[in-house]
C-alpha cells in the first residue's frame, strides 16, 4: 500500500525553526522526485521546494519566497523526505504536503499535510 506520512508541523514563533519529515511506503522511493508543497487559506496550494532522485543528479530547487530559508534534502535509505525551515515568517503559516512523483509517469502520492502555523 502506498503511503506518504508528514509529520513535524507546530506552532512556532517567528525566526523559529521546524523540519518537516515525510515518510514514504510501499513504491521505490529513490527513484522518484520529491517535493513539498503548502496551501494556506483561500489560496492556491503552491510549489515549495523539490529534490530529484539522486540517480538523477539530486537538483533541488526552491520557491523564491523559501530560498535561503528552507532546505529540503531526503534519506532514501530510510524512506525518508525532509524539509528543514528557518527563520519562519508569519507568511509560511500552511499546510505542508509532501508529494512524490516519478517523472513522465502517472505516478503521482501525496500525504496527508501537516499543519505549520507561525504566530506570536
Known amino acids: 500500500q502506498v503511503q506518504l506520512v508528514e509529520s513535524g508541523g507546530d506552532l512556532v514563533q517567528p525566526g523559529g525553526s521546524l523540519r518537516l519529515s515525510c515518510a514514504a511506503s510501499?513504491?521505490?522511493?529513490?527513484?522518484?522526485?520529491v517535493g513539498w508543497y503548502r496551501q494556506a487559506p483561500g489560496k492556491q496550494r503552491e510549489l515549495v521546494a523539490q529534490?530529484?532522485?539522486?540517480?538523477?543528479?539530486?537538483?533541488?530547487n526552491y520557491a523564491d519566497s523559501v530560498k535561503g530559508r528552507f532546505t529540503i534534502f531526503r534519506d532514501d535509505a530510510k524512506q525518508l523526505g525532509y524539509l528543514q525551515m528557518n527563520s519562519l515568517k508569519p507568511e509560511d503559516t500552511a499546510v505542508y504536503y509532501c508529494?512524490?512523483?516519478?517523472?513522465?509517469?502517472?505516478?503521482?502520492?501525496w500525504g496527508q499535510g501537516t499543519q505549520v502555523t507561525v504566530s506570536s
Open positions: 508529494n512524490a512523483e516519478l517523472k513522465a509517469t502517472t505516478y503521482n502520492y
Open positions: 510501499g513504491f521505490t522511493f529513490s527513484i522518484y522526485t
Open positions: 529534490i530529484a532522485p539522486h540517480i538523477s543528479g539530486g537538483d533541488k
